[in-house]
């Protein structure tokens, strides 16, 4: 007989959602579906609210990543004042995102991911957490507890606050880094260096447990896509859109971020409230248009880092696509986040050396000058835009968050269907296996309270044809 | 529960909220460690258990009910434990969640979900939870025994909350700590 297994609510994720899996007459998986159970609606309730409170607002999306939309709406607020932001300014939220991401990024690795890879798929469930992990590895836990409170350190000594500062604004940030501040962050960088590069030999050792294993978790070909600097260096604040394909081949070198919607379109299903992006110009037949965003995909269409250490451990990771291919296993998700805290660091380091830092010119004042804004941020999970349309008097009248988790939906879902079938054999379940489809959804560290809030604003275009392809309606949507 | 050598049964959910509150809680940083060896953390996103437990001593409850999956949680959590703690603004007064609360819920989705397989109607309540026409604080679902204000309430006052309930104390907040926003 036919049946469905449920994995509700999928655990140590951020968000909440559920798996079905679905058993055919033979007990073998017919399909397996990740389903986000949770809505929001951002897009439409900040309609008709003014664009200056919208960095405020939308840092309310995630607790997570606040400062990912802090700076993709404060950078919208910028295009629709049409100033030049001050490059004091640029810098300060440029360090706030590389706290950002170690902090998100430490997270995942040691808290929600941590228990599976250092305590093992199949520890028991009650123990396989972070009070586990404390526990069994109190010295591990506790550096990662620090490595992650160095970036919310970082967050704060900017923002006043780790969680939603309200300190990054359109035309620039409110205030700027105190001297004593500087000199405590910089100190306390030796140890999150130690912390990373122990980490790093820990993700080693894991890819050589889980070598047998490890194709089952999401290794298929996609496209990914990530922002690359004018010169194809690693970048996360500015910079522009590049797509490649499975082999390397470059499909958009070099996009305007302000023309993502050419290359981005979005589908849905009725089963989940997260929408489906795929690149546009591929379409949506056979997941031809799916492509992945995050921190693999940024080290996959990346010339180079861009800094020492973080080079040095990129030419490593490349080993594992092999002759000039990208890592296509979303397993490596793990290692490129850890390369990334690592590349975080030396730019932390670097800015905080940096004489700019204490210039005071760092807010652009100005009035509506363009109806129209767009901002773009690479997201500790990936590329985050936010495009607003206001009035001349600023108030908003079309909001759209396309945000980067619901850009890895298409490859989630077949991460997903991908473990089930490797995993469940003749209808057999055990906890250890259901454990392992979640962690499958944990490579990607998916960050659901954000992208349950999305809007599509794409101009939606319905053709109903007859058998012999007339046109018989067409109902447009702006 | 002096010579109880039990350890406390602590629990945190995540209803409708951004997670903030959540990660406020782990700014407690190596507080953590020290909480670690006093509670054993029987529910919440980081850990694996599935459904609710009984038996719990205290519960941290982040978000507003926007679902009827949130509201049937709401009320297991209130029947299994102890002490209730609305953890947040918008358990406490709906804050940010329930700015949605002036826009019908038909009229919501179908601005998001733009096209005709939009999760929306029979098809979609298979899978998905109905949200509820109004953004719900937590204590118009359930009775709720502390209020921890703040988006997020700050690591210092989850500290001050959680260790007097820990420690069988009333919790006494003062002024400064009794803020939103």
Not at chain 2, 99 to 126: F, H, S, W
Request: glycine fraction near 8%; include cysteine; hydrophobic fraction near 40%.
């Amino acid at each position: 007989m036919s049946r469905t297994v449920t994995i509700e609510p999928i655990t140590r994720i951020e968000g909440h959602a559920k798996i079905t899996i679905l058993l055919d007459e033979q007990q073998q998986v017919a399909d397996a579906r990740f389903h986000v159970t949770e809505f929001r609606g951002f897009e439409r309730f900040c309609i008709g609210r003014s664009f200056w409170e919208m960095p405020g607002i939308t840092a309310r999306v995630c607790g997570i990543c606040p400062v990912s939309h802090l700076i993709a709406s404060s950078k919208a607020g910028d295009a629709i004042l049409g100033v030049r932001t001050p490059e004091t300014a640029v810098a300060l939220r440029r360090l706030m995102n590389y706290g950002q991401l170690v902090q998100s990024h430490a997270l995942s690795f040691f808290l929600l991911s941590g228990p599976d890879l250092i305590l093992g798929m199949d520890a028991d469930p009650a123990s396989r957490n972070l009070v586990g992990l404390i526990r069994e590895r109190p010295e591990l836990a506790r550096a990662g507890i620090r490595l992650r409170s160095f970036g919310q350190q970082l967050i704060r000594a900017l923002g006043e606050r780790s969680i939603h500062p309200s300190w990054s604004v359109p035309g620039g940030v409110r205030r700027p880094l105190a001297a004593a501040e500087r000199d405590r962050l910089l100190g306390r960088l030796p140890e999150m260096y130690r912390t990373v590069d122990r980490a790093l030999d820990l993700m080693k050792e894991t890819l050589d447990r889980f070598h047998d294993e490890l194709p089952a978790y999401g290794d298929f070909p996609s496209l990914f896509l990530g922002l690359v600097g004018p010169d194809g260096g690693l970048e996360h604040y500015d910079g522009l859109v590049r797509v490649i394909d499975a082999e390397g081949r470059v499909l958009e070198a070099g996009l305007e971020p302000e023309r993502y919607e050419e290359i981005i379109a979005e589908a849905e299903q009725p089963w989940t409230y997260l929408k489906f992006p795929y690149y546009r110009p591929l379409g949506l037949e056979d997941d031809r248009g799916m492509y992945r965003v995050g921190p693999l995909a940024r080290l996959n269409v990346c010339d180079f880092a861009g800094t020492p250490r973080a080079d040095r451990e990129l030419r490593q990771f490349r080993h594992y696509g092999g002759s000039g291919r990208p890592v296509t296993g979303s397993f490596y998700y793990h290692y490129a986040r850890l390369i990334e805290i690592l590349f975080s660091l030396e730019r932390i380091e670097e800015l905080l050396a940096d004489g700019i830092l204490v210039d005071h010119h760092i807010r652009s004042r100005a009035d509506v000058n363009q109806n129209v804004g767009i901002g773009v941020s690479e997201a500790p999970r990936g590329t985050l835009f936010h495009r607003y349309r206001v009035d001349d008097d600023g108030i908003l009248e079309d909001v759209n968050l396309l945000i980067a988790t619901g850009q890895n939906n298409l490859a989630m879902n077949r991460t997903v269907r991908q473990l089930a079938r490797h995993f469940i054999r003749d209808g057999r379940l055990e906890e250890g296996l259901l454990n392992r489809i979640e962690h499958g959804i944990r490579t990607f560290d998916p960050c659901l309270s954000c992208s349950t809030h999305v809007v599509g604003q794409m101009p939606l275009l319905v053709e109903l044809r007859g058998p012999g392809g007339e046109l018989l309606e067409r109902i447009e949507r702006r | 529960m002096t010579t109880d050598k039990r350890k406390i049964r602590l629990a945190t959910a995540w209803l409708g909220g951004c997670s903030g509150c959540h990660m406020s809680f782990l700014d407690l940083d190596e507080l953590l460690i020290e909480l670690a060896g006093r509670v054993d953390l029987v529910y919440g996103p980081l850990v694996d258990a599935k459904q609710f437990p009984e038996e719990v001593d205290l519960t941290l409850v982040e978000g507003a009910v926007t679902n009827v999956d949130n509201l049937q949680l709401a009320r297991i959590i209130r029947s299994n434990s102890r002490v209730v703690v609305g953890f947040g603004d918008c358990a406490v007064t709906g804050n940010v969640t329930s700015m949605r609360n002036r826009i019908p819920v038909r009229d919501l989705l179908t601005a998001v979900y733009r096209q005709a397989r939009a999760p929306i109607g029979e098809e979609a309540l298979k899978d998905l939870p109905a949200l509820l026409q109004q953004a719900l604080p937590l204590h118009q679902a359930i009775a709720v025994d502390v209020c921890l204000p703040g988006c997020p309430p700050s690591p210092e006052r989850i500290a001050a909350v959680v260790t007097a309930l820990l420690d069988g104390e009333p919790v006494a907040l003062d002024a400064a700590m009794r803020t939103f926003g």
